[in-house]
């Protein structure tokens, strides 16, 4: 089961590094198969000294880039960058998700790095222009030391651990090993509305053995249209793919509470 760290910092305060909190999974009994982080410290705050043209492209420009300790000069798309920003620099070797990025070549002039967008940093969706930093990040620094860098830990849970096939369930874990409050779920009761008078919505269970319970609500006025980006993107890291507003809130629900949900159009139920 994929779990995300700042998912699980929606209900525990979990201030330790990914890597200490992989050896707490270990030595709690559940085994990490993977731990994958949006960038590691080779993604650095390097400072823009000068934007010109590429020579060979007309949507592409030459950025030259301080690092502290050295000036690189590395190619980039990006319509939003001028001298003086400084901006996120993975430098050559510096791991993007699962991506170990490489020296290139593009269009005849060798980049030595990139340049980041929020979405290639795994810190959201947006892709328009690179990350524009506060202006007070020490050159050099890795980027982690000012922005947690997200992580994906891939739990082997054992079948005796039920309660940890949630975000919910491993935060309570965690949190108590590391001897923090763990934040209560809560629930908008008025976000349902009622059922109208004119239609009933009755649940019949034929095997109570093989399902003792089942419980059905009705949610009226629901429009079926894409989720909120944030959404979709927790999503993805864990590995679902969105589909739509109305699957994406099953699948967060059982993702997040370890509940598991359907959903079915109330029309075609009613008339069945």
Known sequence: MKVLKS??????????????????FTSLGTEVDDLVVSFDESVIV???LEVKPHPNADRLRLATVNTGTEKLEIVCGAPNIEPGQKVPLAQVGAKLGTHVLQKT?????????????????????DHSGILILDPSYELGKPLSHYINSDAVYDLEITPNRGDL??????????????????KPVTVDQ???????????????????????QYNALMINGVTVAESPEWLQARLQKVGLRPINNVVDATNYVLMELGQPLHAFDAGKVLDS
């Open 7 to 24: 998912w699980l910092n929606d209900f525990a305060e979990i201030n330790i590094s990914n890597d200490q909190l992989a050896r707490l």
């Open 105 to 125: 070549t593009i269009r005849g002039v060798e980049s030595n790095g990139m340049l980041c967008a929020e979405d290639e940093l795994g810190l959201g969706s």
């Open 190 to 212: 008025t976000i349902f509305g009622k059922t109208p008078q004119n239609e009933s919505l009755k649940v019949f269970v034929e095997d109570q053995d093989g399902c003792p």
């Open 165 to 182: 096939l949630s975000h919910f369930g491993v935060a309570r874990e965690i949190a108590a090993a590391l001897d923090q409050p763990l």
């Open 46 to 48: 390097a400072e823009i």
